[in-house]
């Protein structure tokens, strides 16, 4: 399954785009990172963050970003307190542990009865 992103904050910022020079538009957001599969869900410690402009739909790259948007940034970048990273096993993860105990207690005890 492809991994998808939680969004954990989303910020309007009253700075002007370097694209449109509109100061409505920009969106800060900052997403982690969900993964599921057959046998566990994940929330994994890892941040991404975009800053979109919702008034001319371009995505603003750090390398285009002014003085006063990196300062911002930072700032909300610190001010962001993420999900706690955590792994949590699914029904068919706990029934095939279960199952593999109990074989390997059985051979256990097979040996041990062998031996006496």
Not at 27 to 41: A, G, I, N, P, S
Not at 64 to 71: F, K, R, V, Y
Not at 85 to 96: C, D, H, M, N, Q
């Amino acid at each position: 399954m492809p991994d998808k992103f939680i969004t954990i904050k989303e910020v309007i910022l009253k700075n002007n785009c370097p694209e449109c020079y509109n100061s409505e538009g920009l969106r800060l957001t900052f997403k982690q990172r969900f993964v599921e599969t057959k046998f566990y869900k994940s929330i994994t410690p890892g941040i991404e963050h975009e800053i979109m402009c919702k008034n001319c739909n371009s995505i603003i790259y750090p390398v285009q970003w002014t003085d006063d948007i990196e300062l911002v940034f930072k700032y909300h970048h610190k001010a962001m307190v993420p999900k706690k990273g955590a792994t949590y096993l699914k029904k068919i993860s706990w029934v095939i542990i279960g199952a593999v105990g109990f074989i390997l207690i059985a051979i256990i005890v097979a040996i041990i009865y062998a031996y006496l």
